[in-house]
């Protein structure tokens, strides 16, 4: 359904709405219309745009009409040059998968889980009437396993709400361990048929976050190269295991909405871990959005990929 609907092949738009300093500058320069018309022709069929909550909302609650006008202008350059779009909440007041943000609360507090499903509503309003461009996607990155119950009653209580406005919009929905493939399975029975289940996928994490410095998963001076990680499209396989049989089991197609390999590993291991993934995407018609297309440690436009960018795109 996914494919068909022109959200097959897809890259993030990080830092620009979200993570980072908010400032007038980046948000009117980091990413402008040429950079969309440049994913256009990478042959891409959509982006994913990562919005925090603040864009769009004070801490108070009031709407910040400058930010969905922002938001609005970016589906428009996607539209002009035949891309779609998926809205993906970032950051909720309240919660974020990046521990030093300092946002807490929002799984014990019914308040903050009513701004969640306002805010929600507000987004269904503005876009929710064009579902054959735009997709919405709930929260990015639940941490906790603990949170599951409550996300999963929170969830469904916010496609409900955002149902009213936006009948037809494709909604992903991702799980814990900040949208593991391994976690897919403890989701809550789809509310509709245009539900998706979403993961993300930097596995190993030893191999694409080498030198990471914001995980204390890894020790950050240790380097591998592809040929001694035992990375191959089995390992993908397998991973991906339970996540495919719970969507064989709902009917629902898979999303990954990030996957991607750090600056820190050479251009030509870079190409291989794409088309190791790659493989086990074509293989279940799972349906992906790279991270990211520019900086954010990860940038696929970026200098240092010129000379095998050609090559890297067969693999998006």
């Known amino acids: 359904m996914l494919k068909d609907k022109g959200f097959y ?22 990413i402008t219309e040429s950079d969309i018309e440049k994913i256009a022709s990478w042959g891409l069929d959509h982006v994913r745009l990562p ?21 609005a202008k970016a589906i428009e350059w996607c539209k002009k040059n035949k891309l779609n779009i998926v809205l993906d909440l970032h950051k909720t007041l309240g919660f974020s998968f990046d521990f ?8 014990e507090s019914e308040k903050l889980q009513e701004r969640f499903y306002s805010l929600w509503e507000e987004f269904a309003k503005h876009f929710g009437n064009d579902p054959e461009h735009v997709a ?11 949170f599951i119950s409550t996300w999963n009653k929170v969830s469904a209580e916010c496609i409900k ?16 361990y900040n949208n593991s493939a391994c976690a897919v399975k ?11 289940y979403n993961f993300h996928c930097y596995d190993p994490l030893k191999f694409t976050h080498q030198g990471a410095t914001w995980t204390d998963a890894i020790n950050p001076e240790e380097r591998i190269v592809f040929d001694d990680a035992d990375i191959t499209p089995a390992f993908f396989d397998d991973f991906f295991a339970s996540a495919i049989e719970k969507a064989k089991l709902e009917n629902a197609p898979l999303y990954c909405g990030e996957y991607g390999v750090i600056d ?7 190409v291989k871990w794409y088309k190791a993934i790659n493989e086990i995407f074509e293989k279940y018609s799972i349906c992906r959005s790279a991270w990211s297309y520019k900086q954010m440690d990860f940038g696929l436009s970026d200098e240092r990929l010129d000379g095998v960018r050609e090559e890297l795109l067969k693999y998006l």
């Open 100 to 107: 030093g943000e300092k946002q807490s609360g929002f799984f």
């Open 136 to 146: 919405f996607e709930l929260l990015n990155e639940v941490t906790a396993k603990e």
């Open 9 to 30: 092949r897809g890259v993030n738009l990080g830092g620009w709405l979200s993570q980072c300093d908010y400032s007038q500058e980046r948000l009117d320069t980091f």
């Open 186 to 196: 403890d989701l809550a029975p789809r509310h509709d048929d245009k539900v998706i």
């Open 51 to 71: 919005i925090d909550y603040n864009v769009v909302e004070t801490e108070e609650g009031a709407y910040k009409e400058d930010g969905f006008t922002r938001i």
């Open 161 to 176: 709400r955002i149902r009213k406005y936006a009948p037809d919009t494709l909604i992903l929905v991702g799980s814990y």
């Open 264 to 270: 820190r590993v050479s251009p030509e291991d870079t």
